[in-house]
């Protein structure tokens, strides 16, 4: 089991940025894909951005393509989710998740083994 904790939420004003981190315990790290999914109140839990092991592909979903960025740092244990020009849409809890099997698709929160708390991003208008 992986260990997740993610940090980096907060209050943002439209248009403004973020930077969440998701750090990862264990020494296994390099070799895990790595998820973003967010969910609002009332809402699904909706897959965000991911990143293979090796950080040669990334995946986005439609909303956040141009906005977001994904990226990792193997050394660190570390996944970074780089939001810029953010809208009131994207208020909702972050929660970083890791794919330790990598057989699945990483869009589909049910290919994920491990979760973290999640961590509040809300942007006023």
């Known amino acids: 089991q992986v260990q997740l904790v993610e940090s980096g939420g907060g209050l943002v004003q439209a248009g403004g940025s973020l930077r969440l981190s998701c750090a990862a315990s264990?020494?296994?790290?390099?070799?895990?894909?790595m998820g973003w999914f967010r969910q609002a109140p009332g809402k699904e839990r909706e897959f965000v951005a991911a990143?293979?092991?090796?950080?040669?592909?990334?995946y986005y979903t439609d909303s956040v393509k141009g906005r977001f960025t994904i990226s990792r740092d193997n050394a660190k244990n570390t996944v970074y989710l780089q939001m810029n020009n953010l809208k009131p849409e994207d208020s909702a809890v972050y929660l970083c998740?890791?794919?330790?099997?990598?057989?699945?698709?990483?869009?589909?929160?049910?290919?994920?083994?491990?979760w973290g708390q999640g961590t509040q991003v809300t942007v006023s208008s």
């Open positions: 998740a890791a794919d330790r099997f990598r057989v699945g698709s990483l869009i589909r929160w049910d290919t994920y083994n491990d």
């Open positions: 264990g020494r296994a790290f390099s070799t895990y894909n």
């Open positions: 990143i293979i092991w090796s950080g040669g592909l990334t």
